[in-house]
């Protein structure tokens, strides 16, 4: 089956769960592979089988180069135990999923390997039109489109659980889209995330030198008094083989100058410290 049809079958089957992103009325139907709202406003798939639900275009950082390099870090394994952790927090029965800034989607299938539950329902979206591309490539059942959080293409509680991994968040719209008593599950870097890469991109006096999130895990904290967190520390190796994917991934290299990128690219560290909070809390 190509793309593009097995694209429109999974919008037929979960229909209900999306609404056009003009009008917010729940879309009717799906002519071949055309969406159609009540008031006629109409989207088309793509032949990657995905489907763009933005209303303007968006220019971002996130770009092929940078996502390829993402996804082969990742398919080495960098945020396997973050993965487990988040499975840690779900039921085990079947659930529907949204990964909020999905990037290039290997956390996405990562977490559907983990729990290998043909139950589970996945849809991952990103702002990148490059992410969403790569997503597309993986062998998984997750559905892949591209959006913009402030403003979600999906019904009212269309959703058992929402996710995010180091992605800004919108927590109206989560809890809007993510039924009562839903999961809401937010990965944060803690202050040791990547620490080796900042001491050696940049001089102790730079702000990149240091880092804290504490006003993230805060700000969660305000909205979601109950909220739960768990902490995933661990090494993971690197060294020549992948120093410059890993450079490559990360936008903290982004603010470095050539003369320390050149440095760690020839004196790779042996590993990176991968330290963050899973922050955990049922909707209201």
Not at 35 to 54: I, R, V, W, Y
Not at 69 to 80: K, N, S
Not at 208 to 237: C, G, I, K, W
Request: glycine share 6%; proline share 6%.
């Amino acid at each position: 089956m190509k793309k593009i049809d097995r694209g429109a079958a999974y919008l037929q089957e979960h229909l209900s769960m999306f609404r056009c992103p003009v009008c917010e009325t729940p879309y009717e139907k799906i002519s071949g592979h055309t969406l159609s709202c009540p008031n006629g406003h109409t989207l088309d798939l793509n032949k990657k089988g995905s489907a763009t639900f933005l209303k303007h275009n968006v220019v971002t950082e996130y770009d092929e180069p940078m996502l390829a390099a993402r996804r082969r870090m990742l398919t080495a394994g960098l945020f396997v135990p973050i993965v487990k952790a988040v499975n840690q927090q779900l039921p085990s029965q079947g659930q529907r999923i949204l990964d909020v800034g999905t990037g290039e989607g290997t956390p996405l299938v990562q977490l559907d390997q983990e729990r290998n539950n043909p139950d589970d329902v996945l849809i991952g979206f990103d702002l990148s039109k490059a992410g969403i591309n790569l997503a597309t490539q993986l062998d998984s059942k997750a559905f892949f489109c591209v959006a913009d959080l402030a403003q979600l293409p999906f019904t009212d509680n269309a959703f058992d659980t929402v996710m995010e991994f180091f992605s800004p968040s919108a927590y109206r719209e989560f809890e809007r889209v993510c039924r009562p008593g839903g999961s809401l599950i937010k990965v944060v870097p803690n202050a040791n995330y990547l620490v080796e890469l900042r001491h050696a991109l940049y001089d102790e006096s730079a702000p990149q030198y240091q880092y804290t999130n504490d006003r993230v895990v805060e700000l969660f904290a305000d909205h979601y008094p109950t909220m739960q967190q768990t902490t995933v520390s661990y090494d993971f190796p690197i060294g020549k083989n992948r120093i410059a994917d890993m450079m490559a991934m990360t936008p903290l290299s982004w603010g470095s100058d050539d003369v320390h990128r050149a440095a760690l690219l020839a004196n790779p560290v042996d590993t990176v410290t991968v330290d963050v909070s899973v922050l955990t809390v049922q909707t209201p």
